[in-house]
């Protein structure tokens, strides 16, 4: 069954766009600008937090270990 005129006229009308989808003009970017894209990406409170929450995890269950006492 051939294509109908409406939808051929549209495909030829949008045909050129295909290479150019997604496409990206490429800027220069700075020394000074690629410094401070490769900083931290999570701050320091952040990763302070989790190491303390972390830690606690760990330490609490040794204190409770310790405070039962005697195992055996």
């Known amino acids: 069954m ?6 051929r ?3 030829q ?3 050129g766009n295909v290479n150019k989808r997604g496409a990206e003009e490429l800027k220069y970017v700075s020394p000074e600008d ?3 894209e490769q900083g931290p ?3 320091k409170a952040i990763i302070f937090f989790l190491l303390f ?3 606690g995890s760990v330490v609490v269950p040794i204190f409770m270990k310790i405070g039962s006492g005697p195992v055996f």
């Open 13 to 15: 009308k949008h045909a």
């Open 41 to 43: 990406k999570v701050s």
């Open 53 to 55: 929450v972390v830690g």
């Open 2 to 7: 051939p294509v109908p005129r409406s939808i």
């Open 9 to 11: 006229a549209r495909n």
């Open 34 to 36: 690629r410094e401070e």
